[in-house]
């Protein structure tokens, strides 16, 4: 199984709601990621988890908070975003020196 | 910083070549390389670590010069399916992750 699976797929939300995206591998990579996507830019890097700790936190404001409950599992909660915020959230997973497999992603619409 | 593409943009007929450059202005660890078609997710291609060497596997090959900070991927004979946007992504130094900063990108589009 090659496959990291993000869910929901689409999401839309008010700036004072709350909401998780989920991202969910099984090949056993000890790396996963939370990358942001903009229409026609490349993925910018938000977080890293090495080991299930927070390794890298690129300046990401508050109101993102990662989590990562266990090896396979990665989250991403959500609260009082902009509509700026507005974006393809990709994650993806990793073993050291190796390539990343991203998951197919949550298009967020903040309204 | 962000790594710089070009070119930005190419259009090509089937079975041409193209020649996509990667240039950073950080030293380098590594290089990967990633397409990405409209909607999808970026898909790895390749990975080049320190030592100046070149990969390849079918008719998509890259070399990374570590002393110029640069990379190129290589598509000869393309195909149809080549189409899409091209990413590199690279590390600045190894670790139990990679913190990858992806390039400016490149729009490829292959045409009949």
């Known amino acids: 199984d090659t496959e990291v699976t993000q869910t929901p797929k689409h999401l839309v939300m008010g700036m004072t709601n709350k909401k998780s995206l989920k991202c969910e591998q099984h090949m056993g990579h000890r790396a996963m990621y939370w990358y942001k996507q903009k229409a026609k830019k490349p993925p910018e890097l938000m977080f890293v988890?090495?080991?299930?700790?927070?390794?890298i936190n690129e300046s990401v404001p508050s109101r993102f908070s990662p989590e990562c409950p266990n090896s396979s599992l990665l989250n991403l909660h959500l609260h009082a975003l902009q509509p700026e915020d507005s974006a393809l959230y990709l994650c993806?997973?990793?073993?050291?020196?190796?390539?990343?497999?991203f998951g197919q992603g949550t298009r967020l619409t903040v309204v | 910083q962000q790594p710089v593409q070009s070119p930005q943009a190419v259009i090509l007929r089937e079975g041409e070549d193209a020649v996509i450059n990667c240039s950073s202005s950080?030293?380098?660890?590594?290089v990967h390389w990633y397409r990405q078609k409209h909607g999808e997710a970026p898909v790895f291609l390749m990975i080049?670590?320190?030592?100046?060497e070149q990969k390849g596997h079918e008719k998509i090959s890259a070399s990374f010069n570590e002393k110029k900070q640069q990379s190129s991927l290589y598509l000869t004979a393309s195909q149809l399916s080549y189409s899409g946007t091209y990413f590199c992504g690279t590390e600045a130094r190894p670790g139990t992750a990679s913190k990858l900063t992806f390039g400016t990108g490149t729009r490829l589009q292959v045409t009949l």
């Open positions: 950080k030293a380098l660890y590594s």
């Open positions: 080049l670590l320190k030592g100046g």
């Open positions: 993806a997973s990793s073993q050291a020196f190796t390539e990343a497999f």
């Open positions: 988890y090495s080991y299930e700790k927070l390794s």
